[in-house]
């Protein structure tokens, strides 16, 4: 299910991982962990629409997921 909220085909399994691990499958921790990742650049929208950013792209891959 988190994997639908990125890029397909984008190598994210690592990442997926981790905010699996962070957040313990618990939705709200997601989406909040997502939403801090995206204000530290670590994830950006995939498009121009920043009303309803659809999918992310992990751009900053060395950066430590909190």
Avoid: Y
């Amino acid at each position: 299910m988190l994997a639908e909220r990125f890029v397909p085909d984008h190598d994210i399994d690592e990442l997926i991982e981790q905010i699996a691990a962070r957040c313990g499958g618990n939705a709200f921790f997601i989406q909040e962990l997502l939403d801090t990742l995206i204000e530290q650049g670590i994830l950006v929208p995939d498009g121009d629409d920043e009303s309803s950013p659809g999918l992310l792209r992990w751009v900053k891959r060395d950066a430590a997921i909190l």
